[in-house]
């Protein structure tokens, strides 16, 4: 399972905290024009979340489901925790839920990904969030995206994927429409001009 990449004192990847960008010719519509955010990538394979896929549910639909609140609390909640933003992660698991966050939030499961960004998959963080004391950014990613060993290499060497450096700007922006021609401009790309075909010498 590709989560298990995500240990807390692993060494980092040289993907860690890289965008992966689809080409035009993606055929696993899973992934068709996305920004994925890789979080963990190691010789056993690489975890990572789509940061431009919405979610029919909102934060407040989670915390029902969860009974962590009632419907007269839901009622009195703050801006900040209703409007919370959630993604639709990726197709692997896509029940479960993991906040991806600034590092300003931390708990014992707290597993950071760059110098900036952590991921904390349990309920305290969700808790927080709801009572207002969560993390300055962050947002709720339900499923997530997984390679195993040396297919996500296999796919970027097939012309699959573009990557670069992640903008936390980036992922945490809420527009989420030109979000993958924005991820394309971190590198002076455009969408016209990447070829659907690799080219061989």
Request: negative net charge.
């Amino acid at each position: 399972m590709a989560t298990s990449v995500l240990k807390k004192n692993r060494e980092r990847g040289f993907l860690d905290g890289h965008f992966l960008i689809a080409m035009p010719g993606m055929l696993d519509k899973n992934f068709e024009r996305t920004v994925v955010y890789i979080c963990a990538h190691s010789e056993d394979g690489a975890m990572g979340f789509i940061i431009n896929r919405t979610q029919q549910m909102s934060f407040m639909d989670v915390l029902l489901h969860l009974q962590l609140v009632g419907e007269d609390e839901a009622i009195r909640m703050p801006d900040s925790t209703v409007d919370f933003p959630i993604r639709a992660g990726g197709p692997c698991e896509s029940g479960r839920g993991f906040v991806l966050h600034s590092d300003d939030y931390s708990s014992e499961s707290s597993i950071p990904v760059s110098d900036d960004i952590s991921l904390t998959a349990t309920l305290d963080i969700v808790r927080a969030i709801s009572r207002g004391e969560g993390p300055r950014r962050g947002m709720l990613m339900l499923g997530y995206a997984g390679w195993g060993a040396g297919q996500l290499e296999h796919e970027i060497a097939a012309n699959g994927w573009l990557t670069c450096p992640a903008s936390e700007d980036l992922i945490f922006d809420a527009a989420i429409e030109d979000k993958y021609d924005r991820a394309l401009a971190l590198m002076g790309v455009t969408p016209a001009m990447l070829s659907m075909e690799a080219g061989h010498a």
